[in-house]
């Protein structure tokens, strides 16, 4: 079964400073896909970044890059330059080859302070 | 068409009401996902269509819950006698092959 542990349940960071969101996961599937996700208190879930297991390179998209480490199953979300707009709660996830859904961890709530 | 439409955004309902909330996914996407996230959690899988077929069920879904995606297009899901357990926002989202758009949900609120 797929499990996805987001440790830190809120974080709060001064503006401008680059922030670090921890994300371990459990498959026994060797294909899977881990995704991170951007929860305002609007409500919408943003894509932010994926990285696929065969993805040679961490994944990177504008200030968001996903730090992958296969032998330990982490999925750290590094936020670089953290502006007020980026407070939020922000989510893991994961799917494998076997599966449709996508599996979520309980997410972290991130504060940027100004 | 600009992302994935959930309405209405907002509910109120009393114990024991039925509700329907619908869905319209991004027109080429041809998988609508449905999740039902609680206060504090991550969303949770509750069903999901690839055109008009539902594929997966989540043992989630009681048979108070249906769902259904005519013509595979906007979906709509029911939860008949509602009870305070089923408060929860209800996200609706839409997926290519790797990519998940989901929807702003419908935020419930059974008293």
């Known amino acids: 079964a797929q499990k996805i542990t987001q440790t830190q349940p809120g974080m709060f960071v001064q503006e401008k400073e680059a922030v670090t969101l921890d994300c371990t996961y459990d498959t026994s599937d060797p294909s899977y896909g881990l995704f991170w996700y951007k929860q305002p208190s609007s409500g919408e879930m943003i894509f932010l970044i994926y990285?696929?297991?065969?993805?040679?390179q961490n994944a990177t998209e504008g200030r968001y890059s996903l730090n992958f480490q296969k032998a330990r199953k982490s999925a750290n979300l590094v936020i670089s330059a953290s502006q007020l707009g980026d407070s939020a709660m922000y989510f893991c996830a994961m799917r494998d080859s076997k599966n449709e859904k996508l599996t979520f961890g309980t997410g972290t709530r991130l504060t940027i302070i100004p | 068409d600009t992302g994935v439409s959930q309405d209405p955004r907002h509910k109120i309902t009393k114990r024991g009401q039925n509700v329907t909330f619908r869905c319209d996914p991004i027109s080429e996407h041809n998988r609508l996902y449905w999740y039902r996230q609680t206060l504090g959690q991550g969303p949770e899988f509750l069903t999901y269509f690839q055109n008009e077929a539902q594929l997966e069920k989540s043992r989630l879904l009681s048979d108070r819950f249906s769902a259904e995606r005519p013509k595979g297009s906007f979906s709509t899901l029911e939860i008949q006698r509602t009870e305070q357990g089923d408060s929860a926002m209800y996200l609706c989202a839409s997926s290519e092959p790797i990519g998940y758009t989901f929807g702003s949900g419908t935020r419930l609120t059974v008293v």
């Open positions: 990285q696929g297991s065969y993805d040679q």
